[in-house]
């Protein structure tokens, strides 16, 4: 079965920089998430879009912001990048079905140095 | 602030046992709550939800929801070394709200 595609799955990036991360949902799904999982932490939930609207907030940084496009795929846009932001981040996908299960892709592996 | 609480473990339990995992949240409001496994350096698979209080019985797996209690559990019938990861309890508010997450119980199955 497809799965969540993201791209790309590692990044090495200096201070001060900029990141997009990419992700592509599971066929058929409309909503997907974004979270960030640093070392020996669970995964922290930073938001979520339904057709292409922003759905729901969790601690997403100013620095970043996020949109939906069309084919419902999304980008994670990081700026003024900080050595905190190294972390795993992770897309999940769901249907707006009553049950809105939540699958994750294999995750970007941001570094920054 | 919504709050997950697992514990953290290491949970060991010998191959072919019943392994149980709990987790309790705190945001009475909450309405859909998950299970996943985590192995080290790859992303949460999905292993079970529940929405309603009582059991729900998927293979080896059952998770069990008690709202009054704000308690959810996972058992694990069986137990296999490959069983051994870090399993994850989730909770969100319903429709397409983010996970809250507990910190995972990590959990060792003996051969």
């Known amino acids: 079965a497809a799965g969540v595609i993201q791209s790309p799955r590692h990044l090495i990036k200096e201070k001060r920089e900029t990141a997009t991360l990419k992700c592509y949902p599971i066929?058929?799904?409309?909503?997907v998430y974004w979270y960030q999982q640093g070392p020996g932490q669970d995964p922290q939930f930073l938001i979520s879009?339904?057709?292409?609207?922003?759905?729901d907030k969790g601690s997403i940084p100013d620095r970043f912001s996020a949109q939906q496009f069309s084919d419902y795929h999304s980008e994670l846009n990081m700026s003024s990048l900080e050595l905190g932001d190294s972390a795993l981040y992770f897309c999940?996908?769901?249907?707006?079905?009553?049950?809105?299960?939540?699958?994750f892709g294999p995750g970007t592996r941001l570094t920054v140095t | 602030q919504k709050e997950v609480e697992q514990n953290s473990g290491p949970l060991s339990v010998p191959e072919g046992a019943i392994a149980s995992l709990n987790c309790t949240y705190s945001?009475?409001?909450?309405?859909?709550f998950f299970w996943y496994r985590q192995y080290s350096g790859k992303s949460p698979e999905l292993i079970m939800s529940?929405?309603?209080?009582g059991d729900k019985e998927d293979g080896r797996f059952t998770a069990q929801l008690n709202k009054a209690s704000q308690y959810v559990s996972l058992l694990i019938r069986d137990s296999q070394p490959s069983d051994s990861a870090t399993y994850l309890c989730?909770?969100?508010?319903?429709?397409?709200?983010?996970?809250?997450f507990g910190k995972g119980t990590h959990l060792i199955i003996q051969p």
């Open positions: 945001d009475r409001v909450s309405q859909s």
């Open positions: 066929p058929r799904h409309d909503t």
């Open positions: 879009f339904y057709e292409k609207m922003q759905s």
């Open positions: 999940a996908s769901s249907l707006s079905d009553y049950s809105y299960e939540q699958y």
């Open positions: 989730a909770v969100s508010g319903g429709g397409a709200d983010g996970l809250t």
């Open positions: 529940i929405y309603s209080n």
